[in-house]
Protein backbone atom coordinates (compact mmCIF):
# COMPACT_ATOMS: atom_id res chain seq x y z
CA UNK A 1 0.00 0.00 0.00
CA UNK A 2 2.88 2.81 0.75
CA UNK A 3 5.08 1.57 -1.82
CA UNK A 4 2.89 2.22 -4.63
CA UNK A 5 1.38 4.81 -3.24
CA UNK A 6 4.77 6.59 -3.45
CA UNK A 7 5.16 5.32 -6.47
CA UNK A 8 1.87 6.92 -7.64
CA UNK A 9 3.10 9.92 -6.46
CA UNK A 10 6.12 10.25 -8.54
CA UNK A 11 5.19 9.39 -11.23
CA UNK A 12 2.13 12.36 -11.10
CA UNK A 13 5.77 14.39 -10.45
CA UNK A 14 7.70 13.36 -13.91
CA UNK A 15 9.66 10.52 -12.44
CA UNK A 16 9.78 7.37 -14.44
CA UNK A 17 13.29 5.55 -13.62
CA UNK A 18 11.83 3.44 -11.43
CA UNK A 19 13.83 0.09 -10.11
CA UNK A 20 11.16 -2.06 -8.19
CA UNK A 21 10.91 -5.86 -7.20
CA UNK A 22 7.96 -7.58 -6.38
CA UNK A 23 8.94 -10.01 -3.06
CA UNK A 24 8.81 -12.95 -5.55
CA UNK A 25 11.66 -11.27 -7.66
CA UNK A 26 13.38 -10.06 -4.71
CA UNK A 27 13.40 -11.02 -0.68
CA UNK A 28 14.91 -8.67 1.17
CA UNK A 29 15.39 -10.68 4.28
CA UNK A 30 18.39 -12.51 2.41
CA UNK A 31 21.36 -10.35 2.45
CA UNK A 32 23.61 -11.27 -0.40
CA UNK A 33 20.08 -11.27 -2.84
CA UNK A 34 20.11 -7.59 -1.53
CA UNK A 35 23.85 -6.55 -1.83
CA UNK A 36 24.02 -8.22 -5.30
CA UNK A 37 20.54 -6.35 -6.11
CA UNK A 38 22.38 -2.80 -4.90
CA UNK A 39 25.55 -4.30 -7.00
CA UNK A 40 23.38 -4.71 -10.21
CA UNK A 41 20.46 -1.58 -10.34
CA UNK A 42 22.73 0.64 -8.17
CA UNK A 43 19.74 2.76 -7.51
CA UNK A 44 20.60 6.67 -6.62
CA UNK A 45 17.28 7.29 -4.31
CA UNK A 46 15.83 4.64 -2.03
CA UNK A 47 12.32 4.74 -0.62
CA UNK A 48 12.06 1.98 2.05
CA UNK A 49 8.29 0.95 2.32
CA UNK A 50 8.90 -2.99 2.33
CA UNK A 51 8.00 -4.77 5.76
CA UNK A 52 6.08 -7.53 7.26
CA UNK A 53 2.71 -5.30 8.92
CA UNK A 54 -0.53 -5.57 9.92
CA UNK A 55 -2.67 -4.94 12.99
CA UNK A 56 -3.21 -5.03 16.56
CA UNK A 57 -3.49 -8.86 15.84
CA UNK A 58 -1.33 -9.83 13.79
CA UNK A 59 1.49 -7.91 15.47
CA UNK A 60 0.55 -9.71 18.56
CA UNK A 61 0.47 -13.39 16.96
CA UNK A 62 3.53 -13.28 14.82
CA UNK A 63 5.78 -11.49 16.97
CA UNK A 64 8.51 -13.62 15.66
CA UNK A 65 8.38 -12.70 12.41
CA UNK A 66 7.27 -9.30 12.75
CA UNK A 67 10.78 -8.41 14.53
CA UNK A 68 12.87 -10.59 12.61
CA UNK A 69 11.97 -9.94 8.74
CA UNK A 70 11.65 -6.34 9.85
CA UNK A 71 14.88 -6.27 10.65
CA UNK A 72 16.66 -7.93 8.10
CA UNK A 73 15.05 -5.89 5.45
CA UNK A 74 16.18 -2.66 7.37
CA UNK A 75 19.64 -3.92 7.97
CA UNK A 76 19.79 -5.29 4.38
CA UNK A 77 18.71 -2.04 2.61
CA UNK A 78 20.18 0.29 4.46
CA UNK A 79 23.73 -1.56 4.67
CA UNK A 80 23.98 -2.14 1.32
CA UNK A 81 22.53 1.26 0.17
CA UNK A 82 25.45 2.59 1.63
CA UNK A 83 27.75 0.51 0.43
CA UNK A 84 27.10 1.00 -2.84
CA UNK A 85 26.35 4.85 -3.05
CA UNK A 86 22.73 5.71 -2.69
CA UNK A 87 22.32 9.83 -2.73
CA UNK A 88 19.08 9.46 -0.19
CA UNK A 89 17.37 7.05 1.33
CA UNK A 90 14.09 7.39 2.95
CA UNK A 91 13.15 4.58 5.60
CA UNK A 92 9.71 4.41 6.74
CA UNK A 93 8.43 3.26 10.44
CA UNK A 94 5.12 3.88 11.95
CA UNK A 95 4.13 5.94 15.00
CA UNK A 96 4.10 2.94 17.67
CA UNK A 97 7.74 3.32 18.11
CA UNK A 98 6.98 5.55 20.64
CA UNK A 99 6.51 5.11 24.17
CA UNK A 100 3.03 3.68 24.71
CA UNK A 101 2.43 6.11 27.72
CA UNK A 102 4.05 9.38 26.49
CA UNK A 103 2.55 12.49 26.41
CA UNK A 104 0.33 13.63 23.65
CA UNK A 105 0.66 14.73 20.66
CA UNK A 106 4.09 12.87 20.66
CA UNK A 107 6.82 15.09 19.83
CA UNK A 108 9.86 12.70 17.91
CA UNK A 109 11.81 13.93 20.90
CA UNK A 110 9.79 11.28 22.95
CA UNK A 111 11.35 8.29 21.09
CA UNK A 112 13.11 5.72 23.62
CA UNK A 113 11.77 7.71 26.70
CA UNK A 114 9.68 4.71 28.41
CA UNK A 115 8.36 1.33 27.81
CA UNK A 116 6.57 0.53 24.58
CA UNK A 117 2.64 -0.97 24.15
CA UNK A 118 3.05 -4.69 24.30
CA UNK A 119 1.10 -5.79 21.53
CA UNK A 120 3.44 -4.55 19.27
CA UNK A 121 6.51 -4.35 21.31
CA UNK A 122 8.32 -6.70 18.27
CA UNK A 123 7.32 -4.24 15.13
CA UNK A 124 8.28 -1.28 17.22
CA UNK A 125 11.61 -2.71 18.63
CA UNK A 126 12.87 -3.40 14.67
CA UNK A 127 10.99 0.02 13.58
CA UNK A 128 13.76 1.53 16.03
CA UNK A 129 16.17 -0.15 14.77
CA UNK A 130 15.70 1.25 11.21
CA UNK A 131 15.55 4.72 12.58
CA UNK A 132 18.73 4.25 14.65
CA UNK A 133 20.13 3.06 11.07
CA UNK A 134 19.84 5.70 9.36
CA UNK A 135 20.82 7.93 12.42
CA UNK A 136 23.99 6.47 13.01
CA UNK A 137 24.58 5.79 9.07
CA UNK A 138 24.13 9.40 8.86
CA UNK A 139 26.69 10.48 12.08
CA UNK A 140 29.31 8.11 10.71
CA UNK A 141 29.23 8.62 6.81
CA UNK A 142 27.58 11.21 6.60
CA UNK A 143 24.45 9.09 4.81
CA UNK A 144 21.52 11.24 3.57
CA UNK A 145 19.18 8.72 4.97
CA UNK A 146 15.69 10.04 6.73
CA UNK A 147 13.27 8.56 8.88
CA UNK A 148 9.27 8.91 8.01
CA UNK A 149 6.80 7.75 11.35
CA UNK A 150 3.18 7.84 10.23
CA UNK A 151 0.50 7.41 12.00
CA UNK A 152 -2.46 4.55 11.43
CA UNK A 153 -1.87 4.60 7.22
CA UNK A 154 -5.48 3.40 5.12
CA UNK A 155 -6.39 4.11 1.28
CA UNK A 156 -5.98 2.14 -2.17
CA UNK A 157 -4.32 -1.68 -1.89
CA UNK A 158 -4.76 -2.09 1.78
CA UNK A 159 -5.07 -5.32 3.69
CA UNK A 160 -8.54 -6.50 4.00
CA UNK A 161 -7.47 -9.79 5.90
CA UNK A 162 -9.78 -9.61 8.92
CA UNK A 163 -7.81 -11.70 11.35
CA UNK A 164 -4.50 -9.86 10.06
CA UNK A 165 -5.81 -6.29 8.78
CA UNK A 166 -5.79 -2.79 10.67
CA UNK A 167 -9.12 -1.44 12.18
CA UNK A 168 -9.89 1.04 9.20
CA UNK A 169 -9.56 -1.57 6.51
CA UNK A 170 -11.67 -4.76 9.16
CA UNK A 171 -14.39 -2.12 10.00
CA UNK A 172 -14.70 -0.96 6.04
CA UNK A 173 -15.44 -4.53 4.66
CA UNK A 174 -17.12 -5.58 8.11
CA UNK A 175 -19.55 -2.93 7.58
CA UNK A 176 -20.09 -3.77 3.83
CA UNK A 177 -20.49 -7.49 4.69
CA UNK A 178 -23.32 -6.65 6.79
CA UNK A 179 -25.07 -4.13 5.03
CA UNK A 180 -25.24 -6.63 2.17
CA UNK A 181 -26.61 -9.73 4.75
CA UNK A 182 -28.70 -7.39 6.10
CA UNK A 183 -27.54 -8.06 9.32
CA UNK A 184 -28.21 -5.98 12.89
CA UNK A 185 -24.68 -5.45 13.77
CA UNK A 186 -21.52 -4.94 13.54
CA UNK A 187 -18.46 -6.25 15.59
CA UNK A 188 -16.17 -3.86 16.53
CA UNK A 189 -13.10 -4.75 19.16
CA UNK A 190 -12.13 -3.94 21.90
CA UNK A 191 -13.85 -1.04 24.11
CA UNK A 192 -14.21 1.71 21.08
CA UNK A 193 -12.38 4.19 23.40
CA UNK A 194 -8.91 4.07 22.32
CA UNK A 195 -8.18 6.59 20.00
CA UNK A 196 -6.16 6.41 16.92
CA UNK A 197 -5.13 8.95 14.13
CA UNK A 198 -5.30 7.84 10.44
CA UNK A 199 -3.72 9.44 7.66
CA UNK A 200 -4.68 8.80 3.65
CA UNK A 201 -1.94 7.26 2.10
CA UNK A 202 -1.53 9.19 -0.93
CA UNK A 203 -1.06 12.10 1.65
CA UNK A 204 1.60 9.69 3.18
CA UNK A 205 3.20 9.50 -0.04
CA UNK A 206 2.89 13.31 -0.57
CA UNK A 207 5.17 14.23 2.72
CA UNK A 208 7.88 11.58 1.68
CA UNK A 209 8.26 13.24 -1.70
CA UNK A 210 8.44 16.52 -0.31
CA UNK A 211 11.08 15.62 2.12
CA UNK A 212 13.49 13.88 -0.39
CA UNK A 213 12.86 17.32 -2.35
CA UNK A 214 13.88 19.07 0.62
CA UNK A 215 17.69 19.85 1.56
CA UNK A 216 16.73 17.84 4.64
CA UNK A 217 20.05 15.13 5.04
CA UNK A 218 18.60 13.37 7.73
CA UNK A 219 16.89 13.08 10.89
CA UNK A 220 13.12 11.77 12.17
CA UNK A 221 10.02 13.42 11.12
CA UNK A 222 6.34 12.38 12.18
CA UNK A 223 3.54 12.43 9.17
CA UNK A 224 0.06 12.47 10.71
CA UNK A 225 -3.55 14.49 10.16
CA UNK A 226 -2.56 16.52 13.13
CA UNK A 227 -5.82 14.80 14.88
CA UNK A 228 -7.43 12.01 16.27
CA UNK A 229 -10.91 10.19 17.25
CA UNK A 230 -11.91 7.00 19.44
CA UNK A 231 -12.85 4.22 17.96
CA UNK A 232 -16.43 4.28 18.14
CA UNK A 233 -16.48 7.41 16.44
CA UNK A 234 -13.90 5.97 13.81
CA UNK A 235 -16.98 2.65 13.44
CA UNK A 236 -19.72 5.26 12.81
CA UNK A 237 -17.96 7.20 10.68
CA UNK A 238 -17.63 4.37 8.14
CA UNK A 239 -21.07 2.97 9.06
CA UNK A 240 -22.22 5.65 7.12
CA UNK A 241 -19.92 6.19 4.37
CA UNK A 242 -21.33 2.66 3.36
CA UNK A 243 -24.70 3.24 4.09
CA UNK A 244 -24.97 0.76 6.86
CA UNK A 245 -26.85 1.42 10.34
CA UNK A 246 -27.42 -1.66 12.53
CA UNK A 247 -25.89 -1.67 16.11
CA UNK A 248 -22.30 -1.32 17.12
CA UNK A 249 -21.46 -4.30 19.54
CA UNK A 250 -18.00 -4.12 21.26
CA UNK A 251 -16.04 -7.27 21.50
CA UNK A 252 -14.00 -6.62 25.13
CA UNK A 253 -12.32 -10.38 24.53
CA UNK A 254 -9.87 -8.62 21.73
CA UNK A 255 -7.35 -6.31 22.82
CA UNK A 256 -7.55 -2.18 23.08
CA UNK A 257 -3.53 -1.68 21.92
CA UNK A 258 -2.08 1.82 23.04
CA UNK A 259 -4.74 4.27 24.68
CA UNK A 260 -3.40 6.76 22.26
CA UNK A 261 -0.89 7.95 19.56
CA UNK A 262 -1.33 11.19 18.11
CA UNK A 263 1.32 12.41 16.57
CA UNK A 264 3.02 16.06 16.95
CA UNK A 265 3.57 17.26 12.81
CA UNK A 266 5.15 20.69 13.72
CA UNK A 267 8.55 19.29 12.30
CA UNK A 268 7.35 18.54 8.92
CA UNK A 269 4.64 21.26 9.23
CA UNK A 270 7.79 23.83 9.76
CA UNK A 271 9.02 22.35 5.92
CA UNK A 272 5.65 23.37 4.40
CA UNK A 273 3.83 20.12 4.67
CA UNK A 274 0.22 19.49 5.88
CA UNK A 275 -1.59 16.49 4.94
CA UNK A 276 -4.75 17.45 2.50
CA UNK A 277 -7.21 14.62 3.12
CA UNK A 278 -9.99 14.49 5.45
CA UNK A 279 -11.24 11.02 7.05
CA UNK A 280 -14.29 10.94 5.81
CA UNK A 281 -13.38 11.80 2.09
CA UNK A 282 -10.67 8.99 2.57
CA UNK A 283 -12.59 6.71 3.76
CA UNK A 284 -15.17 7.20 0.82
CA UNK A 285 -12.10 6.72 -1.83
CA UNK A 286 -10.75 3.79 0.49
CA UNK A 287 -14.86 2.31 0.13
CA UNK A 288 -14.17 2.85 -3.42
CA UNK A 289 -11.61 1.02 -4.27
CA UNK A 290 -12.60 -2.16 -1.82
CA UNK A 291 -15.56 -2.17 -4.34
CA UNK A 292 -13.42 -2.17 -7.49
CA UNK A 293 -11.98 -5.51 -5.83
CA UNK A 294 -14.57 -7.85 -7.43
CA UNK A 295 -13.87 -10.59 -4.72
CA UNK A 296 -15.20 -8.31 -2.05
CA UNK A 297 -18.56 -7.98 -3.68
O1 LIG B 1 -5.52 -0.83 13.49
P1 LIG B 1 -5.23 -1.73 14.62
O2 LIG B 1 -5.26 -3.19 14.34
O3 LIG B 1 -3.81 -1.43 15.19
O4 LIG B 1 -6.28 -1.46 15.81
P2 LIG B 1 -3.12 -0.48 16.30
C1 LIG B 1 -6.58 -0.20 16.28
C2 LIG B 1 -7.69 -0.27 17.31
O5 LIG B 1 -8.92 -0.65 16.65
C3 LIG B 1 -7.49 -1.30 18.43
C4 LIG B 1 -9.55 -1.69 17.38
O6 LIG B 1 -7.95 -0.74 19.63
C5 LIG B 1 -8.39 -2.46 18.00
O7 LIG B 1 -8.83 -3.25 19.08
N1 LIG B 1 -10.40 -2.48 16.48
C6 LIG B 1 -11.76 -2.51 16.52
C7 LIG B 1 -10.01 -3.30 15.49
N2 LIG B 1 -12.24 -3.36 15.63
C8 LIG B 1 -11.18 -3.87 14.95
C9 LIG B 1 -11.08 -4.80 13.89
O8 LIG B 1 -12.05 -5.34 13.37
N3 LIG B 1 -9.81 -5.05 13.43
C10 LIG B 1 -8.71 -4.46 13.98
N4 LIG B 1 -7.51 -4.75 13.47
N5 LIG B 1 -8.80 -3.59 15.02
C11 LIG B 1 -1.07 -1.27 14.95
C12 LIG B 1 0.25 -1.83 15.38
O9 LIG B 1 -1.66 -0.94 16.16
O10 LIG B 1 -0.97 -0.08 14.19
C13 LIG B 1 1.28 -1.76 14.34
O11 LIG B 1 0.03 -3.12 15.88
C14 LIG B 1 1.30 -0.45 13.62
O12 LIG B 1 2.50 -2.03 14.93
C15 LIG B 1 -0.06 -0.05 13.16
O13 LIG B 1 1.85 0.56 14.43
C16 LIG B 1 -0.11 1.29 12.49
O14 LIG B 1 -3.26 0.96 15.96
O15 LIG B 1 -3.54 -0.84 17.68
Sequence with gaps: MAGSAIQRRLSAAGFSNFVTRSHAELDLTQQAAVDAFFAAEKPE?????????GGIKANNNFRAEFIYQNLMIEA????????????????????????????????????????????????????????????????QYGAQFIAVMPSNLYGPNDSYDLENCHVLPALICKAHAAKMSGASE?????????????LFVEDMADACVHLMESNIESGLFNVGMGSDLPIS??????????????????????????????????????????????LREGIALTYKDFLSRTDHL
Excluded at 45 to 53: E, K, N, P, S, T
Design 45 to 53: IVFLAAGRV
Design 76 to 139: NVIHSAWKHGVQRLLFLGSSCIYPRDCPQPIHEDYLLTGPLEQTNESYAVAKILGVKLCENYHR
Design 186 to 198: LVVWGSGLPRREF
Design 233 to 278: ELAELIMEVVGYNGRIVYDHSQPDGTPRKLLNINRLKGLGWTAQTQ
